[in-house]
Each structure stands twice: as C-alpha cells, then as structure tokens.
C-alpha cells in the first residue's frame, strides 16, 4: 500500500487551526468582529498539544496576518464599570460624612458628643472603603463611551444630594428629611403620595423620638429657625 498523500493547507486552513479551542474552553477566547476578523485573548491551554494561541509557534504567520485587537471579555468590562460607580458613590458618601463632622462642632459642648463620636467612626470607615475601591479601579487605554443616559442618571442623583443639602442648611433636619423624602418618592412613580407622606413622617418623627425625646440632642434647626453655621 502507497503512502497516503499529504494534503496542502491554505493561509485559511492554517487560520482556523492556528486559532482552534481547546475542548474544555466556553469561547471566552475569541470573538467575532468585523468580517475577515476577530478579537481574540490570548490564555494559557487547558489540553496538552492542543492546537492553541500560546502553543502553535509554527502558526505565527497566520496570527500575525489575523491582525486582531486584544479587548477584555464582557465580565470583566461590567466588573470594571461597577467598581467604578461604587467609588463615585462612596466618594458622595464621604463628603457627606464629613460635613456632618464638620457641623457638629458648632454646637454645644454637651450635645456635640455623639455626633462627633459616630460621625468620626463613620468618617474612618468610610475612609477605608473609598481608599479600597480606589486602588481596585484599573485604568484604561481603550476605555469605551459610557452607555446612553448615564450622565444624565449621575447629574440627577447629584441634584438630589443638592437638593437635601439645601433643605438641610435652610430649614433643618427634621423639615429637610420629611421634605425629601416626600419628594423623591413621590417623584417618578416610585410610591403613592400618600405613601412617601407617611414614610417621610414617620421617619422623621423616629429622629425626633430618638435624638431629641430620649437622648436630648439638639438637632440642627437651619438658618430659617435661628441656626448657624459653624466658622471655616
């Protein structure tokens, strides 16, 4: 019997092998893009000898001519952008703590203890996790356009952080909670009227029963009943 003749393979057969997964890969690998292209990541095999990107030397031409661009997998993009956010709204929730620490020390000696007391753990833990989400953000080069509406969504919350920070300077911390609360949830269908009337109510007669009915602390009246703010 004659020896079986060897059949010549293509720059398009070579291609193929030359970017074939391994049998245990979910084709997080290689992605389809434009035609006559993919995007692909490189990653170690999981088979021995199999026909992969970091075990076909002999198939460097084909890559090279495959010209793909390295981008991350979807996970990892999703994973990114909400390490993201979180830092944005840890960094809101620091400046919020802070003013509330800075506020207190204009009030009096005797009722300037607990807020100063929470307000300084709360300042340090929320240090921490800021920090933390901080160095977890990874730059880079390729970063893509943010998705429709989401400036706009950012520029929204950041007018409700406004809007109660003015109601709490102007007219307190009782009127300002009860205000805002009424508002956003009223706002944009998220509870009946009724229902943010109550829920506002009664998380502002909370405040009022625990601060000032059983611990005697004086809450913050704002500028409209006699309040102050404290010096720089």
Same mark, same amino acid.
């Given at each position: 019997m004659g020896r079986r003749p060897r059949h010549r393979v293509g720059r398009a057969g070579l291609r193929a092998v030359a970017l074939r997964l391994s049998d245990r890969d979910a084709g997080d690998r290689l992605r389809h893009g434009a035609p006559r292209r993919a995007r692909f990541r490189p990653i170690a095999a999981d088979a021995p000898r199999s026909a992969d990107l970091l075990q076909?030397?002999?198939?460097?031409?084909?890559?090279? @001519?495959? #010209? %793909?661009?390295?981008?991350?997998?979807? #996970?990892?993009?999703? +994973? +990114? +952008?909400e390490v993201n956010g979180r830092f944005a709204f840890n960094l809101? $929730?620091?400046a919020a703590v802070a003013y509330f620490v800075w506020t207190a020390f204009g009030y009096e000696v005797a009722a300037r203890r607990i807020p100063l007391l929470i307000g300084a753990l709360v300042l340090v833990l929320q240090l921490w996790v800021t920090a933390r989400d901080f160095l977890a953000r990874k730059p880079d080069a390729e970063e893509e356009?943010?998705?429709? %509406?989401?400036?706009?969504? $950012? @520029?929204?919350?950041?007018?409700?952080?406004?809007?109660?920070?003015?109601?709490? $300077?102007?007219?307190?911390?009782?009127? @300002?909670?009860?205000?805002?609360?009424?508002?956003?949830?009223?706002? %944009?269908?998220?509870?009946?009227?009724?229902?943010?009337?109550?829920?506002? #109510? @009664? *998380?502002? %007669?909370?405040?009022?029963? *625990?601060? $000032?009915?059983?611990?005697?602390? +004086?809450?913050?009246p704002g500028l409209a009943f006699g309040g102050t703010l404290p010096a720089f």
């Amino acid at each position: 019997m004659g020896r079986r003749p060897r059949h010549r393979v293509g720059r398009a057969g070579l291609r193929a092998v030359a970017l074939r997964l391994s049998d245990r890969d979910a084709g997080d690998r290689l992605r389809h893009g434009a035609p006559r292209r993919a995007r692909f990541r490189p990653i170690a095999a999981d088979a021995p000898r199999s026909a992969d990107l970091l075990q076909a030397p002999r198939f460097a031409r084909a890559l090279r @001519a495959h #010209g %793909g661009r390295v981008r991350r997998a979807p #996970g990892e993009k999703y +994973e +990114e +952008e909400e390490v993201n956010g979180r830092f944005a709204f840890n960094l809101l $929730v620091l400046a919020a703590v802070a003013y509330f620490v800075w506020t207190a020390f204009g009030y009096e000696v005797a009722a300037r203890r607990i807020p100063l007391l929470i307000g300084a753990l709360v300042l340090v833990l929320q240090l921490w996790v800021t920090a933390r989400d901080f160095l977890a953000r990874k730059p880079d080069a390729e970063e893509e356009p943010p998705p429709p %509406g989401e400036a706009l969504r $950012v @520029a929204i919350f950041c007018g409700w952080m406004l809007l109660y920070f003015g109601l709490f $300077v102007s007219l307190g911390t009782l009127a @300002a909670t009860f205000l805002f609360l009424l508002a956003f949830l009223a706002s %944009g269908r998220r509870l009946a009227w009724w229902g943010a009337l109550g829920l506002g #109510g @009664a *998380v502002s %007669g909370v405040i009022w029963l *625990v601060f $000032v009915y059983l611990m005697r602390f +004086e809450l913050y009246p704002g500028l409209a009943f006699g309040g102050t703010l404290p010096a720089f």
